[in-house]
């Protein structure tokens, strides 16, 4: 009888022990349900351990995971149907006859408004339908679903859109772009390092790793990935022999890593076919749908065996039917949520101690709304903003370069690129530093390091034939011809044309860098806590002023450098334009010597100027000149024509005669490449000079005072407009309010961890002691 009675009570224990680890599992399940809904809305960095349901199009994926929750609810078909990511919270509850299912505000998903499964699904297929229309047809935002259910298990899945493989092609371009943004999706979900990732391949060959692929490059291992193979019931019939069967069922290392989640694949198939009581429904009822689940595991494990000829043994059948997938999960999770739970108890405190800190700052920012602490505060914030743009132009690293830094590509594409007359662009990899992702000062100098070395590269531009004859036109008191003014005339007209787009694209390029100071001068205000949130009207005032004067100051000074362009290729001064005194001489005495004019079959040797005339191009006096020069310099050892014949016939080929000679040809094109070259030089110096003292000196030297100078102005005028008290204070009324309201559900889920780890820790010690005594 005292047996009989013992017996009774170790029953009863253990029915209390099972009904206590049921109630332990619900209660760990809803913190941390209550904790995914929390990441999701405040984008905390804390995650709940989740399996994410990844695969291609047509991997059956939304099916899969109907199978798992033992019913139907989403839109499944051909296509793309799945185009927002899916949070199922599933929780298992055997006195829930029919699904149990709340859906998770859009505006809060704190908030679950209960719905029944045929408005859920005709909430996914609008939301489809709607996203389908966007530009972007899909998005990151969750759909959450709580469900309980007696065929739930107690898992949280996320179903995300289908990859998609889209065929090449110009006319395949929409395709290929949706298939770039579905991967980023699943990609960024991925990049959760607590989400389990189930991978579908729905292929009979281990070495096509289609999915694998997109997910191996997040989880190289496969260390938290399971891998299941979907359709098994259509694959079986494909395989002719038995050993192609063994293979697919035990795929070898070298085909499919065994360090992956479980070791090996899981082999699932879901019966095809609707629930409902339409004409193309297949099963009344979610029980007659789950029982063709548990038929067709059956189905498969028969049709397997009959294959290979021979029993499958027991870790093979562990593999096989959505029933072993679910428990292989449902005690993963579990694990998993065990093991988390130390961990996120220290992370919901940091954010219990950060919502705190935002609470104090709000209370603080609603009671310093007077007008003498609102121009105080105004004052230090120009003064700081001030401070930040002075340490970003003389160079810093606190802001992040990966976040606020340009490489020059990026620099060419935001700002614009030097492109000359030709419209082609330098190879930015020439460039110094051009990989390396720049701001402030450090970027200002590579620009303008770029602009020196373009620039100082360029050459003439090719001269015609036509345009020297053209430019040779006719003075007004002889028809003569004045080679040195057709050189001036080209060389100006080369020069006006190419260094004129250089100017534009500097100011363009100079400004972009520049405005780029304000953002990141705000970042690093944020960061160290001394911006001015919540006055929007004030800050864009600020910023408009400081675009504003950045803007005037790069016109101006960029009329200054069109001013020095114009008056250099209006007038040619031989002192300033001839650089190169020297080669030139040298260049026309390399033929002076050898030309030989030949004039009534008598060859005539001359050598050109032996110095280059000073003063202004003036054309008469460059003629007497020239010809004075020239005649001077006649051949002495050709005896046999006299001085006056020389000259006669030196002014009837270079004075009388049109026609124009590889000699003169040859004298224009070197006059024309000294004259560019002077004012190239004089072109790069003075725009440097000029962008670097009346556009980069003012922000120093002259932004500051006409800051404080608009910011008096501002206080001047209606106080609340500037700084929108009244909004304000609602604003801030209504931020402090929903901070509290947050900052209670950290504490309520804070407090459910330390309890359930307490619970954990607890009855792991009661086991530990109870084996313990029984070893005695």
Not at 131 to 153: G, N, R, T
Not at 523 to 539: A, D, I, M, P, T
Request: some cysteine; charged content about 25%.
């Amino acid at each position: 009888m005292s047996d009989l009675s013992v017996t009774v009570e170790s029953i009863a224990e253990e029915e209390d022990d099972v009904a206590a680890a049921i109630e332990e599992r619900w209660s760990l399940y809803e913190a941390y349900n209550e904790l995914h809904a929390l990441a999701q809305e405040l984008e905390t960095p804390f995650e709940a351990p989740a399996v994410l349901v990844v695969g291609q199009q047509t991997d059956g994926k939304s099916a899969l995971v109907e199978a798992l929750m033992g019913f139907q609810f989403n839109h499944v078909g051909g296509g793309t149907k799945t185009r927002r990511p899916i949070t199922l919270h599933m929780k298992y509850d055997p006195h829930c006859q029919f699904p149990l299912c709340h859906l998770g505000s859009d505006d809060d998903p704190s908030v679950a408004l209960p719905k029944s499964l045929s408005q859920i699904q005709a909430y996914i297929e609008a939301e489809n339908m709607r996203l389908e229309q966007e530009p972007c047809p899909f998005s990151a935002k969750e759909i959450i679903v709580k469900v309980q259910y007696k065929y739930c298990p107690n898992l949280t899945i996320i179903d995300t859109p289908g990859l998609i493989a889209p065929a090449p092609g110009l006319k395949n371009r929409a395709l290929q772009v949706q298939a770039r943004a579905v991967e980023a999706l699943v990609r960024a979900k991925m990049q959760h390092k607590e989400f389990i990732i189930l991978c579908l391949e729905d292929s009979s060959d281990w070495s096509i790793a289609t999915t694998r692929r997109i997910v191996m490059q997040v989880d190289p291992e496969l260390s938290r990935t399971i891998v299941v193979s979907t359709k098994l019931d259509t694959k079986i019939p494909q395989f002719s022999c038995s050993s192609d069967v063994e293979v697919f069922l035990s795929p070898p290392a070298s085909a499919l890593d065994s360090s992956l989640l479980g070791d090996s694949p899981f082999f699932t198939s879901v019966p095809s076919g609707r629930v409902g009581y339409s004409q193309d429904s297949v099963y009344t009822s979610n029980d007659e749908f789950k029982q063709a689940v548990s038929l067709r595991e059956i189905e498969d494990i028969a049709s397997l065996e009959k294959k290979v000829g021979r029993l499958l043994t027991k870790q093979e059948k562990n593999r096989i039917g959505i029933s072993k997938l679910r428990l292989f999960l449902e005690e993963l999770l579990w694990k998993r949520y065990k093991e988390s739970v130390p961990l996120i108890i220290p992370l919901l405190g940091k954010e219990y101690r950060s919502t705190v800190r935002k609470l104090d700052t709000v209370s603080k920012e609603l009671s310093s709304l007077d007008e003498a602490k609102l121009k105080e505060r105004g004052r230090t914030f120009h003064d700081l903003f001030l401070t930040k743009l002075s340490l970003l132009l003389k160079g810093t690293v606190v802001a992040p370069p990966d976040k606020f830094g340009e490489t020059l590509q990026d620099e060419r594409t935001q700002g614009g690129a030097f492109v000359g007359t030709d419209g082609l662009q330098f190879p930015h990899k020439l460039i110094p530093n051009a990989g390396m992702r720049l701001y402030g000062g450090a970027q200002y100098h590579r620009a303008m390091a770029e602009f020196r070395f373009l620039v100082g590269a360029i050459k003439c531009p090719p001269i015609t034939r036509e345009e020297i004859v053209n430019a040779c036109g006719v003075e007004d008191i002889h028809d003569g011809t004045n080679y040195s003014r057709t050189a001036c005339v080209i060389a100006v007209a080369k020069a006006r044309d190419t260094f004129e787009p250089f100017l534009h694209q500097l100011g363009a390029r100079l400004l972009h860098i520049l405005k780029r100071l304000l953002p990141i001068s705000v970042y690093l205000l944020q960061k160290e806590g001394e911006y001015l949130s919540g006055h929007e009207v004030f800050l864009k005032r600020v910023a408009s002023a400081f675009n504003s004067f950045v803007e005037s100051t790069e016109k101006s000074c960029r009329d200054k450098c069109m001013e020095d362009l114009a008056s250099t290729t209006r007038y040619v001064t031989w002192s300033l334009h001839n650089k190169n005194r020297a080669g030139l001489r040298q260049f026309l005495d390399s033929f002076g010597g050898t030309e030989q004019l030949t004039t009534a079959g008598n060859p005539i040797g001359f050598s050109l100027p032996q110095d280059a005339p000073s003063g202004a191009t003036d054309t008469k006096s460059r003629s007497d000149v020239k010809l004075s020069h020239l005649a001077s310099n006649i051949d002495s050892g050709s005896s046999i024509q006299t001085t006056e014949m020389r000259l006669a016939d030196l002014l009837d080929s270079t004075l009388w005669n049109r026609k124009l000679a590889p000699s003169s040809e040859r004298i224009v094109y070197a006059l024309v490449q000294q004259i560019f070259q002077g004012i190239r030089e004089y072109f790069l110096a003075s725009a440097e000079l000029k962008f670097n003292c009346f556009l980069l000196m003012p922000i120093v030297d002259k932004l500051p005072a006409l800051l404080r100078e608009e910011l008096e102005n501002a206080f001047e005028d209606d106080l609340d407009s500037i700084f929108d008290i009244t909004n304000l204070r609602q604003s801030l009324d209504q931020k402090k309010r929903s901070t509290e309201i947050e900052l209670r559900r950290i504490k309520r889920i804070k407090e459910k961890f330390r309890v359930m780890n307490e619970k954990l820790n607890s009855h792991e010690f009661a086991q530990n002691l109870k084996a313990a005594s029984s070893q005695q």
